[in-house]
């Protein structure tokens, strides 16, 4: 059985490759303009011009008919006619004719063009005649005036210009010389230019021609540079070596070596990454840690002095004490100590000092429950019902949990086992609406995604059908089958938005519509 098309095929301009017309043993008796054949008898290819079939040409040529002027109108572009190959291309009074010979074409009389005459590789082997019929002469160039061509003398080039006395020469044919010498080394001399009576000698200064040396009086030898004058115009300037300060050159990009040389008057530090001098550092670094043994932390009572840290107690610096007994620092609830926990003077203070001269250090960790964070361990499941919770501590990151879903390790689902097909087994799902954990069925699950993502409509008679299916989306695959016999058919397809399709047939048709939601 054919497939049926119900509307026109667009190739776009691409091949039909690998295809037969349809084959007849006879004409056919009826049949619509436009339609092609080949009658297998007569082998001959024929087209139905609406009333008759009609034979087409045997490819032997195609002439031309009527005229433009006295130029030939021919019926097809790209008409190749005999053994001059001559090709022409375009219709009715606009034609291009093109010599495509592996040869030559030889004419025997001029070529005359109104218009453009485009030739490629021309070979003058009697010459070229200019707007005034000139060949022109031995040494002559070929220049434009804009509308036409004409033969001109070449210009007059120039090598070298000399100065030849103490005036300066602008005559042509005079020469010009500059050239680098042992009294102004490093002056370089560019490439002289000329126009008109003005002569352009471009003067550089070559580094690589002065002599290297090491400075010997940092307070006499002199740096050159080019500097700005504010008024658009650089100018050479010097300065002694020891004139620039250190803080005019830019940032380092490396490593400064001082030569196991000092830097001295040094500046106090005052952000991070500022240098430190020697007697800044010792400076900090004085007292150190004192330990001062263990307190009561409800009471405040040191051990060792028997005297309350809380109420009577100077302390320095480094001041280090260790909690011996539970409470609360200076009797502050929001900081509660342990045994363990120890604490450390950061601001030095005459009785009594406060909690806010100490830091406190948290040396222990209690057990965590439901309200306090502490120490506290996780196991997975082994057993029913929260079997397949997996639990694991990666050797990277120690004292931190991984929990994850051992699937591998859940006992496998039947479907047989509980009801048919397993359908009332429940599926864990996340509301997004309500942002919470719900659960579901295979059974629910199988008739929501039915509903969102599948439609079958019916459209009956017209050529023109079209279908709602309200999935948000272009990404859907359409397919049709005629509703009476229920055979697959062909038709234009449009998505026209994210809810509609429109099918488009030439002739009237009942067709049912499949539509899928893709993604």
């Known amino acids: 059985m054919a497939i049926n098309f119900l509307d026109n095929i ?79 291309s375009g219709t009715g009074s606009t034609q291009t004719f093109t010599f495509n010979t592996t040869g030559s074409t030889n004419f025997k009389g001029d070529i005359i063009t109104t218009g453009n005459l485009s030739l490629d590789n021309v070979g003058g082997k009697g010459g070229l005649k200019d707007k005034d019929g000139d060949l022109g002469t031995n040494g002559q160039l070929l220049s434009s005036t804009g509308t036409a061509t004409n033969w001109i003398d070449a210009p007059v080039s120039y090598t070298k210009w000399e100065a030849q006395s103490a005036s300066f020469p602008v005559n042509d044919g ?24 003005t002569i352009t000698q471009p ?60 830097i001295i008057d040094l500046a106090d530090p005052t952000v991070a990454q500022d240098a430190a001098t020697k007697a800044y550092v010792d400076s900090a670094v004085t007292g150190g840690l004192t330990v001062k043994g263990g307190f009561n932390a409800s009471t405040g009572i040191v051990a060792l002095t028997s005297v309350s840290l809380y109420t009577a107690t100077a302390v320095a610096v480094g001041d280090y004490y260790i909690v011996t007994t539970a409470g609360d ?14 604490v450390l003077c950061q601001t030095a203070s005459t009785a009594p000092a406060a909690i806010t001269d100490f830091a406190v250090i948290q040396s222990d960790t209690d057990l965590a429950t439901l309200a306090t964070v502490g120490i506290g361990n996780v196991n997975k499941a082994i057993t029913k019902p929260l079997k397949g919770i997996d639990v694991d501590y990666p050797v990277a990151t120690p004292g931190t949990a991984v929990v994850g879903l051992d699937i591998a390790n859940m006992d496998a689902f ?39 993502f599948s439609q079958a409509s019916t459209s009956s008679s017209g050529t023109t059908h079209t279908f709602s299916h309200n999935f948000n989306t272009r990404n859907v695959n359409v397919q049709l089958f005629d509703a009476s016999s229920f055979d697959t058919v062909y038709a234009t397809v449009v998505r026209t938005n994210v809810s509609t399709v429109t099918v488009t047939t030439a002739a009237s048709a009942d067709i049912t519509c499949l539509i899928t939601k893709i993604g």
Request: aromatic share 6%.
């Open 414 to 452: 039947d479907p047989l086992v509980g009801d048919e097909l397993g359908k009332s087994d429940l599926i864990p799902v996340y509301d997004v609406t309500g942002t919470w954990n719900k659960k579901t069925t295979v059974l629910d699950i199988g008739s929501v995604a039915n509903q969102s």
């Open 329 to 342: 620092f200076f009797g502050q609830a929001s900081t509660p100590l342990t045994v363990g926990d120890s």
């Open 203 to 262: 003067l550089s200064l070559s580094v690589k021609s002065i002599t290297t040396a090491s400075p010997s009086d940092f307070a006499t030898d002199t740096l050159l540079w080019s500097d700005d004058d504010g008024a658009s115009n650089w100018k050479v300037q010097k300065s002694h070596i020891e004139d620039i300060p250190v803080s005019a050159w830019g940032d380092a990009t490396s490593t400064v070596d001082m030569g196991s040389q000092k």
């Open 174 to 197: 005079d020469t010009y010389v500059l050239d680098e010498d042992s009294a102004n080394p490093g002056v370089r001399i560019g490439t002289t230019t000329k126009s008109g009576t």
């Open 10 to 88: 667009q190739l776009n301009q691409n091949q039909l490759l690998g295809a037969r017309l349809e084959n007849v043993t006879s004409d056919p008796g009826s049949a619509l303009g436009g339609d092609i054949i080949f009658n297998s008898t007569s082998n001959i290819l024929k087209y139905y011009n609406g009333s008759a079939w009609i034979s087409l040409p045997d490819g032997v040529g195609i002439g031309g008919s009527g005229t433009v002027g006295t130029v030939p109108v021919f019926v097809t572009d790209t008409t190749t006619l005999g053994d001059s190959q001559l090709i022409t």
